[in-house]
């Protein structure tokens, strides 16, 4: 079972999803737009 994470904080949207060739975690920074 794979355990995915997701934060969003101060813009910053970082995902987590643990692999077996790579558990470093990924950050991805998106822009909030507002409508």
Do not use: D, Q
């Amino acid at each position: 079972t794979e355990k995915v994470e997701a934060e969003f904080e101060n813009g910053m949207l970082k995902v987590t999803a643990p692999k077996a060739e790579e558990v470093k975690p990924k950050v991805v920074k998106v822009k909030a737009s507002k409508k």
